[in-house]
């Protein structure tokens, strides 16, 4: 007889017989031994252990529940990501675990229908706050599985926690935003800017139509009084070549200006160069000279003797002062008495410092805080971005500005920029 043999008994279950000696202590046969092992119950435990040690060693937390949604097992990864012990989760409710964490009426509806209507659970998300976790998203998918039993009668759930991977896409997802909202922000402000030079060019049509005039005229008669020289025929060279150099420099001179207007209103990039800031104020109260004379105010200009370097972009610095004036000039637009502008020029700690000062009304109540919002405006035809570029001119500039009432308690405001000193360029040479 072999002492290890398959045998099948009545009810058809297959059995391991193993026959061996019964030995006595002192070495004595007296008998034999004969076990019979259930071949299938063996097989399954094997087969259950190789599974066991498979799902072990899967990252991603499992479960596996029987048809009432009781936890018959769980993998390693399961009880680390969600620090429990076996004894608290198998032979569980699923909806017990953890304080009923995973008490998710929607969820146990889902699950159920993973056995009963054969449907797979893909990619079902919930978001709940774990103990000693915090806030976490989990991604779950499941599957029926056959225990052994020939029908589908376990639910094999795998748990994915995404919580990080979404933090980070929406992250991205705003970083992206930010950079695309910032990109229209530049955008709007370069156009309104650009609107704002054109519309500016109403306000100095006037002022440039007057300093225009002058050399016109200027060169219309230098013309006629050069015919009416040589007509005379009393010619002598010297006296003849004065005429037309008075005339080449007023015509240098209305290129100037016609040149100034259209670097005024055109868009492109800033082009530092060596200024001084006296010169930029002196500029920018002619070209609102004519409106000035216009509405009856007085301009008075308090500009140092000593230069006052700086190293900016002329233009840009030129429309900050243009503005400024052009608000002191309708702050006191509708004085009867004392219309006046100081417009004042200095060196100050260190530093190149230019103030407009007005008699107007002054700042109305409760919109200080609010000057320098873009569209904000007291003006009822006001764009309300003429502060709002001009701030963001002086601080690219590295500059400081602000719009104060007047400090001895009087009418008025006084709108005040600094701007860095700098050693004082090459000389510009003349055209």
Not at 23 to 41: H, L, Q, W
Not at 180 to 186: I, L, P, S, T
């Amino acid at each position: 007889m072999s002492p290890r043999t398959e045998v099948q008994g009545h009810d058809g279950r297959c059995y391991v017989r193993q026959v061996l000696p019964y030995r006595t202590r002192d070495d004595c046969t007296k008998g034999v031994v004969m076990t019979f092992s259930d071949v299938a119950a063996e097989a399954l435990q094997e087969a259950r252990l190789y599974a066991e040690s498979i799902v072990d060693t899967v990252r991603e937390p499992l479960l596996v529940l029987d048809a009432g949604l009781r936890v018959r097992s769980a993998n390693h990864s399961f009880y680390a990501t969600f620090r429990s012990r076996r004894e608290k989760t198998v032979e569980r409710l699923l909806s017990d675990l953890r304080a009923r964490q995973w008490d998710i009426p929607k969820l146990r509806t889902r699950l159920r229908d993973v056995l009963s209507a054969k449907q797979a659970l893909n990619d079902f998300e919930i978001v709940r706050d774990f103990e000693k976790l915090g806030q976490r998203i989990m991604l779950l998918n499941a599957r029926a599985v056959d225990s052994g039993t020939g029908r589908l009668d376990l639910i094999l759930p795998s748990i994915e926690d995404i919580t990080e991977r979404r933090r980070a896409d929406d992250a991205l997802r705003e970083s992206e935003a930010r950079k695309q909202a910032a990109e229209q922000v530049r955008e709007r402000h370069a156009r309104l800017e650009h609107a704002l030079r054109i519309s500016a060019v109403g306000v100095l049509a006037s002022g440039l139509a007057h300093e225009l005039s002058q050399p016109l005229s200027a060169i219309a008669n230098e013309v006629e009084a050069c015919v009416q020289y040589v007509a005379s025929g009393k010619v002598q060279a010297d006296t003849l070549m004065e005429l037309p150099e008075e005339v080449s420099a007023e015509s240098l001179r209305a290129g100037e200006i016609v040149t100034h207007l259209r670097d005024f209103i055109k868009k492109g990039e800033p082009q530092p160069e060596h200024a001084d800031l006296r010169e930029i104020a002196r500029r920018a109260a002619r070209l609102l000279g004519h409106e000035i004379e216009r509405e009856d105010i007085t301009l008075r200009l308090e500009v140092q003797a000593d230069p006052i370097p700086i190293f900016a972009d002329r233009i840009q610095i030129e429309q900050v002062v243009v503005n400024f004036m052009q608000n002191a000039i309708d702050a006191v637009r509708t004085r009867v008495d004392r219309k006046e502008i100081v417009l004042n020029v200095r060196t100050r700690s260190g530093r190149a410092e230019l103030s407009v000062r007005d008699t107007g009304v002054g700042i109305p109540a409760g919109a200080g805080e609010r000057l320098w919002e873009p569209f904000f405006t007291t003006e009822p035809d006001g764009l309300g971005m003429g502060l709002a570029i001009t701030r963001s001119v002086v601080e690219a500039h590295r500059g400081r500005i602000s719009v104060e009432p007047a400090a001895d308690g009087g009418h008025g405001t006084v709108a005040p920029f600094t701007l860095p000193l700098c050693s004082p360029g090459p000389a510009p040479q003349r055209r």
